[in-house]
């Protein structure tokens, strides 16, 4: 489905993606890790079409990513959920999901989708007229990600979801995108929860100053001692 080859992105003179490639299957839960600053949101804002590429190649579905407009890439399939949400925040819960089915298929099926939503996210169902600001950071990253499902994108692009929640609330929030894994949607996520991350992908990436520097499935990846003190961040048993 989707496969990035030699990606290459940089920030002036400075790289932030050196040689990255990588693919993810139809079907798939893919997830990236790294510590900060490995170049993680760089490498989903490039695929979704934010960021131009250096050099390398990306395609979808054999269509060449890096020739197509960033406002075609979800017409072509491809939605993201961006870091720290970007709500419009005195929008309503209604008005902000609306928005993520403005492309014309997506429109025409826009009753049926925000049903689907109050369905896959229930706290939202009485707020839909509640401006986004007032919700809660877990309910706001619901309307984030709710938006995003609005233009029934075939690849999901999920960046740093847990990010300022609470615990409980990301426990939640991962079982929700099982949910949506679990209902076709192909997904890859970029997240420091690294734990959490694994625990519901089933292939990785390990990302480290802009390069892979390990890749394989997530059991794997979990159980090498070499790896879990070097980037995972989660202690080696003893």
Request: glycine share 10%.
């Amino acid at each position: 489905m989707l496969e990035a080859t030699r990606l290459e992105v940089a920030y002036g003179q400075a790289r932030a993606l050196d040689g990255v490639s990588l693919s993810v299957g139809a079907g798939e839960l893919v997830c990236v890790v790294g510590p900060n600053g490995a170049g993680k949101s760089t490498l989903i804002n490039t695929i979704a079409g934010l960021l131009p590429l250096t050099s390398g190649s990306l395609t979808f579905d054999g269509v060449d990513l890096a020739r197509l407009p960033p406002h075609r890439f979800i017409g072509a399939g491809i939605a993201v959920v961006p870091e720290g949400r970007r709500l419009f925040a005195h929008m309503s819960v209604r008005e902000n999901l609306e928005l993520g089915s403005l492309a014309p298929p997506a429109r025409r099926k826009r009753r049926t989708s925000i049903a689907r939503m109050c369905e896959l996210f229930p706290a939202l169902s009485s707020r839909l007229e509640t401006p986004a600001g007032a919700l809660s950071g877990g309910q706001q990253q619901m309307v984030a990600i709710a938006r995003a499902l609005m233009a029934q994108p075939r690849l999901l692009l999920l960046d740093e979801p847990s990010l300022g929640l609470s615990p409980l609330i990301v426990a939640e929030m991962f079982d929700l995108i099982r949910a949506i894994h679990a209902s076709g949607v192909t997904i890859l996520i970029v997240e420091q929860n690294v734990v959490r991350a694994l625990e519901v992908a089933t292939r990785a990436f390990i990302l480290d100053e802009g390069r892979i520097v390990k890749e394989g499935d997530c059991d794997t990846l979990l159980a090498d001692p070499a790896l879990r003190r070097a980037y995972l961040g989660v202690p080696s048993e003893s």
